[in-house]
């Protein structure tokens, strides 16, 4: 047998281990080249590690936070405000592109201030932090959370600012639009004439009540409501539950509305002044002979008996079609009758468990330094009557009011109910300054309501009140026009974040004014 040299074979034996040895050289490179760029470094400011993995950064440093975001972007501050009430909490979140660019999530410093956007030197007008390392509250999200006290600062609008450092460097980002405000409070005031109220219109002020973040409504009350004969017994009483079930368990507050009924003054034990019978004569029988009647032989007799109450009483009324008493002023009586008037209202509806009646208002808005101080002698310590100058009623009476259209609550001056100066008044006034939906279109409500704010939409400087005044014995005229009022000012509630308006009655009104 042949035997063929070897040379051919090893030849081939040798490059075999060539690439062998080349592919596995080949492979434990690469794998050492895959770890080294995915070691997490002991030390992140090491050099040699940052070259490696801050490769990128600048391009990518942008892209590193996903959310930076307050809990409430308006802040309210006032003394009616617990602390936790004036904390923002601060939202910042990264992205996962940050994770190679940091060892530990709880290595990461986040500094944030809070700067005004109007004058961003002022160093009153910033606070500054780091964020605790206790702040990150989701690891997998990267998210982190910081409580900021913000009574330190004063109104404005403000800019969070967030700086996240890295090892490789810093990352930056920002919300704009913080607001801090004091509150504007709206109430709504109800204005119980001493007529029958349909149970459709109570529903519907329930829906709307309901609808407008479940408004606690402010209802003064006329007493001639549960005495009239004129209301079925039982009505009186539904109307009496329907207010106690939403004193009790709406946060509606019950206030004293008078209008001087001929009911009301009998009830109250009050004399009414009649006319000097020859004066009542001479004017009937003047009226007679510039009357044309049907026949010119009739012969007319004066008869006191059959006069109308407004012929016969030595009163002033405001003219209205009713011979009811509705539009007797209440400025018609002195201390004493006012004081025996405002004693029997009080018992009553204390009777009625409505409680001590703190708000008040005059029918028409009739009140004088007399009214305001039998109200305070008799433990009242509201009054919402205050209103702009006007004349009321068929008969062009002028009222006693002389405010402005933004006048704020005050304590009445003891001779001059239009003037805050001192000596005061023990009592408060909180001006209806809102105007009222009969007489007003919602439109005039409304520039109302931006009047007293100022700027809409900017911060208040100080705390603010709006009183709207409705009727519920006549909604149907209300009705649309609060609602469309309603449907603007919702749109700044502060239950919503979307600015400084809370609602609230007049009785916790009061409470926040003298307390705070």
Known sequence: MIKWPLFGRERRSRRFWHVLAGLTLFLVCSLFVIFFLHIKSENPNDLFFKDWTCNNFENKRNELIDLVEPDKKWILIGDEFAEEEKQVILKVKLGSKAKRYFDRPDSIKIFYELVNTENEQLTNNVVSGYFATSSLINVGELLFEEKINVTSLPVGKYKANIKVEFACGQSLGFYEHIFISYPLYVAWSFDWEGYNVKNEYLEKIDALSEKHDNFPLSHLINPRLFITKTIPQAQRDHIRDWLLERKTNKGHSLGLHLHMFYENLKAAHIDIPEKDLADLELDFYA???????????????????????????????????????????????????????????????????????????SGGWFEAVTTLKVLQDNGFTVDTSGRTKYNFGINKIPGFWDLSITSQPYQPNTQDQNSARAPNMKIWEFPNNGGDSWWYTAEQMIERFNSNWGVVGEPLEKRTVVVFLSHPDWFHVDESKVDELFNYTDVYLNSRDSGPVLYKNLEDMYNIWTHS
């Open 287 to 361: 009226l007679a002979e510039n009357s044309v009647t049907s026949s010119p032989s009739t012969t007319v007799i004066f008869d006191k008996s059959k006069l109308k109450k407004k012929q016969l009483y030595d009163l002033t009324y405001w003219g209205f079609p009713y011979d009811d008493g509705y539009d007797i002023l209440v400025t018609n009586f002195g201390y004493r009758e006012l004081d025996k008037m405002v004693k029997w209202s009080k018992i009553f509806f204390k009777n009625l468990g409505f409680g001590t009646p703190p708000p008040y208002r």
